[in-house]
């Protein structure tokens, strides 16, 4: 099938304004995360008593599921995905409650709900429609002053907050404040609110330190990770000291039979250790590649709110991103956040698939009013 | 925060955006850049952090590479110059558990510690407890026959793996030259440490058949043997603490045979820690006594001290700063040297050190070899004891073998150059494909070895080393009996009997030296002297292994 610009059916449409560079990116990464998958998860689930290539088969059938997601939510305008994100951020502060009052354990941890015999983490899901959501409302503070745009905004991010503070899911509430945070300062938020934010985010983090024992517990686990032979930490930091720059070649790992969490939050450990540290740069630069083109096209955007809210989805996949490698790496104590695309896992999958399709969709070029020069240094060709 | 404060202006300024695109594109392509910046920063340190592990783990695969392929050695065998087995590998299974498939942790170490008892309870417990711990082993080398024991019983979660085993079948013959290995099979001592270089040593994870050849020893196990039974023999009969033996071709320095007794068993690590049983041979220096006039005679030959017809007044005793030196059975008037040698006289001798003087003696020392240690690949001994100031009284009493202490092995070595025609002797053990090739010095005048050589084969003919005499194969040989040091004076009570002998004396092929620690005999004070324990013992050593190693028996005029 050849498409052409004259042709205005959708598909066609679609595929002249996407931004097709990140959809290859996003595509690459989706076929590594498949192929790792193949080293990381048959130790996992033969341990778990599951058939060797259990896991393979579910990332498989998620990726798949996956790219179909980012490309039915990348078809819709910035309206309709407005509207998902609505509907989507309903039903999941419910279901988060829902989790609350009936939720299930996994990994010691309530964070799962259970829907048609198919165990769901709302907490996952629930990000991106957060994100598109403020990044609405920061810019309707700019736009229109008759409305609320600043309780909402603020009320959108205590009420998800709060919820997974209950749920003792740190590493989420890091995440989604730090995005949050990020867009009010975007929307030009005064110097004494910004510091007074970042002031409550430092005593909020002693706060949990203090109180909560899984926080400290892995906080602990950090820093005296070199005493202890067998923790997560130890174990992840040898797979990047064993596999050196080149890596032991794929199948020849060792340490990720130890890893408990190898298929998800330690893909990235297994990855350096089969396939080396330059493997691991080139995927880290993928990353980079995506979030960068994502701030590009913001800049070329007109509309504050789909500006605001294509930013927020980028610094989500960014700093998940990020947050999960600096874990692997021992830079930050032990939190269970995926990363992106290469984790296995459907909620996370689901979750990474909706905020990638809601980037590529916000992100469409569209006809515009007038002509702005792009930005130099995040430079989108036309 | 400059900037951060220019933005904040820039976006207050701008709150009606819709209306003028141009500034707002502007206010906010500064945060936006900040945002890219600080992700920049994040990602670059995570790339750094990346970087950083892979560095350090490039350190350490280039210090450390063999640390990490396979545990265990795979060793060649050690045969004896005929080829017979002296040490080899063989595989022994070692049990080990997985505790993720134990299914019952109490049963699994009662059915083990009924087949060994002496397992440590509280600990298996501990590490079988623990789901994570793939592999804990429980026993190194488990007898094939118990292993199948083990396995029968059907316990989930034990397995076996092959780990090679190095195994002695002659149990201790040989034990201080083969040395011994630690329990990953790497050698640590003796024959054992040098071979550690050999390129038929590889890592293995498992035990496997080395088919590379082995090492040849120039030992022969039945000299060996021969050696080791006389000795014990003599440390029996004389009530000996120890005794050393060492047997060597005088020609190319090969050792036929070498022992130190009681002796040790390169498996057992307990014999090998054993203070009284260390290496005396090599590893300890004693002072020697009268075996030491042979240098002295040797010394007022070669360098023309005295005229070899030469006879020495015996009959006061030397007096040298606050000593006084005398015979143990006095002699009126003058004797020859070789009847210094017969007599053993000490006065003689000490006369002939102090006409020589003490740089003369010394320099001699130095060429002969017997002021540094024997430091070769295979054979290594401890470095000799001298005087702290070498003057006129350590010289006289150098002359007749106090104030210098050496091991037995190194002075045997310098006994052969001093019989084979005075070339330097470089000892060996392991046997080369061809004739050795060594440089060949020579230490001391032809002429002079072959009018010491008279003196020893006159020596055992009428003198003290009678008892070493074997009618047929020509000895020759000098006695010696030291008073034993111990760290603080001569204990007096204990001596130290050597006899250095070398056979056929008209063309010298082998050397022996035999040295017995504390010998207790019943009978007199005399029936401990070398004469009676170390000279008797090497003869019939010499009985028993000249026909081993081809020396020609031969009708003898005397004896």
């Known amino acids: 099938m050849t498409l052409s610009r004259g042709d205005h059916s959708l598909l066609s449409e679609w595929w002249f304004t996407i931004d097709r560079l990140q959809l290859y990116a996003i595509c690459t990464l989706m076929l590594v995360g498949l192929i790792i998958s193949l080293a990381a998860s048959p130790s996992v689930a033969v341990d778990k008593g599951l058939s060797t290539f259990y896991f393979v088969k579910y990332h498989a059938i998620f990726a798949v599921v996956g790219m179909v997601l980012i490309f039915v939510i990348s078809l819709q305008s910035p309206r309709t995905i407005r509207r998902i994100s609505l509907l989507l951020y309903i039903v999941c502060v419910l279901s988060l409650i829902a989790v609350l009052l009936w939720g299930s354990k996994i990994n010691g941890t309530l964070r799962w709900i259970f829907i048609f015999g198919v165990s769901f983490k709302p907490s996952e899901i629930i990000k991106p429609a957060f994100v598109v ?62 510091i007074s934010f970042i002031s409550i985010g430092i ?130 104590p032990v939190k269970s956040m995926a990363l992106p695309l290469l984790s296995a896992g459907g909620s996370s999958m689901f979750g990474v698939s909706t905020t990638l399709g809601m980037l590529l969709g916000l992100s469409r070029r569209r006809p515009r009013t007038t002509y702005t020069r792009p930005n130099l240094f995040f430079n989108v060709d036309s | 925060m400059n900037t951060l404060a220019v933005g904040t202006k820039n976006a207050q300024s701008s709150r009606v955006a819709t209306r003028q695109p141009k500034s707002q594109v502007k206010s906010i392509a500064l945060r936006v850049f900040i945002i890219g910046l600080s992700i920049t920063v994040s990602f670059t340190v995570v790339a750094v952090q990346l970087i950083r592990l892979a560095v350090i783990g490039q350190n350490r695969q280039n210090t450390n590479t063999s640390q990490t392929i396979g545990e265990f050695y795979s060793r060649p065998d050690i045969v004896d110059r005929h080829g017979r087995l002296l040490a080899t590998d063989i595989a022994l299974p070692a049990l080990f558990a997985d505790s993720h498939l134990i299914t019952s942790v109490d049963e699994t170490i009662e059915s083990i510690k009924n087949i060994f008892p002496e397992l440590n309870t509280t600990k298996v417990r ?12 429980l026993k190194r080398a488990v007898a094939p026959r118990v292993a199948e024991t083990i396995n029968a019983m059907g316990l989930p979660g034990l397995g076996f793996r092959s780990e090679p085993k190095r195994k002695y079948p002659n149990v201790r013959l040989a034990g201080h030259l083969l040395g011994y290995v630690d329990s990953y099979n790497y050698g640590v001592t003796g024959v054992e440490h040098l071979l550690n270089r050999n390129k038929g040593v590889r890592r293995v994870d498992h035990a496997t058949v080395n088919t590379a050849s082995p090492l040849r020893l120039t030992i022969d196990v039945r000299t060996q043997y021969a050696l080791e039974r006389e000795l014990i023999a003599g440390i029996k009969k004389f009530k000996a603490k120890a005794a050393t033996g060492v047997l060597f071709e005088v020609q190319n320095g090969e050792i036929w045979a070498a022992a130190s007794l009681p002796g040790v068993e390169p498996a057992n ?176 005048r032809a002429k002079t070895s072959s009018r010491l050589r008279d003196m020893l084969r006159q020596n055992v003919l009428d003198g003290r080393g009678w008892r070493a005499n074997v009618v047929g194969y020509r000895v020759g040989g000098i006695t010696g009996t030291a008073d034993l040091a111990n760290d603080v004076n001569y204990e007096g009570n204990s001596v130290i009997t050597s006899f250095a002998a070398t056979f056929p004396i008209d063309k010298p092929r082998f050397a022996l030296m035999i040295t017995f620690f504390d010998p207790q005999p019943k009978g007199t004070k005399a029936m401990r002297s070398a004469e009676n324990t170390a000279a008797p013992v090497a003869g019939e050593v010499i009985r028993r292994v000249a026909p081993l190693v081809g020396v020609e028996k031969r009708a003898e005029m005397r004896g």
């Open chain 2, 269 to 444: 690590i307990n014999e090998m820690m054993d203070r009284s049983r260390r290496d005396r041979l090599a590893s300890d220096a004693f002072e020697l006594g009268s075996v030491f006039r042979l240098f002295t005679l040797a010394m007022v030959m070669d360098l023309d001290i005295v005229t070899p017809k030469a006879l020495v007044d015996v009959t006061n005793p030397i007096k040298i700063e606050s000593f006084v030196i005398s015979d143990e059975n006095p002699f009126a008037g003058k004797l020859s040297l070789e009847q210094i040698m017969i007599r053993s006289s000490n006065v003689g001798s000490g006369i002939l050190a102090e006409a020589t003087g003490s740089e003369r003696q010394h320099s001699f020392f130095e060429r002969i070899g017997l002021t540094r240690a024997i430091n070769r690949e295979d054979i290594k001994t401890i470095s000799p004891v001298l005087p702290k100031t070498w003057g006129a009284a350590e010289t006289v009493s150098i002359g007749f073998g106090y104030g210098i202490a050496v091991s037995p092995l190194q002075f045997a070595v310098v006994f052969g150059s001093m019989v084979n025609g005075g070339i330097s002797i470089i000892p060996t053990l392991i046997l080369q494909p061809s004739n050795r090739v060594f440089s060949k010095q020579q230490l001391i």
């Open chain 1, 203 to 332: 005593v909020s983090i002693f706060v949990n330190f203090k109180s909560l024992p899984y926080f400290r517990c892995s906080f602990d686990q950090c820093f005296t990770f070199a005493t202890n032979e067998h923790s997560q930490m130890r174990q992840a930091y040898r797979s990047f000291v064993d596999g050196g720059f080149l890596g032991r070649g794929p199948g020849a790992g060792t340490i990720k039979i130890k890893l408990p969490e190898a298929h998800t939050d330690f893909i990235f450990s297994v990855v350096a250790e089969e396939y080396g540290v330059l493997s691991c740069l080139v995927l880290l630069g993928l990353y980079a590649f995506i979030i960068y083109r994502a701030l590009g096209c913001a800049l070329i955007e007109e509309d504050p709110g789909i500006c605001y809210g294509i930013i927020g989805l980028a610094l989500l996949f960014g700093y998940q991103t990020l947050i999960n490698m600096s874990v692997n790496v021992g830079l930050l």
């Open chain 2, 126 to 137: 501990r590490a079988l407890s623990d789901k994570n711990r793939r592999y804990y082993l």
């Open chain 1, 133 to 194: 959501l403020a990044g609405w409302a920061f810019a309707e503070t700019q736009i229109r002053k008759d409305m609320p745009a600043l309780p909402i905004a603020i009320g959108l991010y205590i009420t998800l907050s709060g919820l997974l503070i209950m749920q003792s899911d740190l590493g989420q509430t890091a995440l989604i404040t730090i995005v949050w945070g990020t867009l009010f300062f975007l929307a030009g938020l005064s110097l004494i609110w910004y």
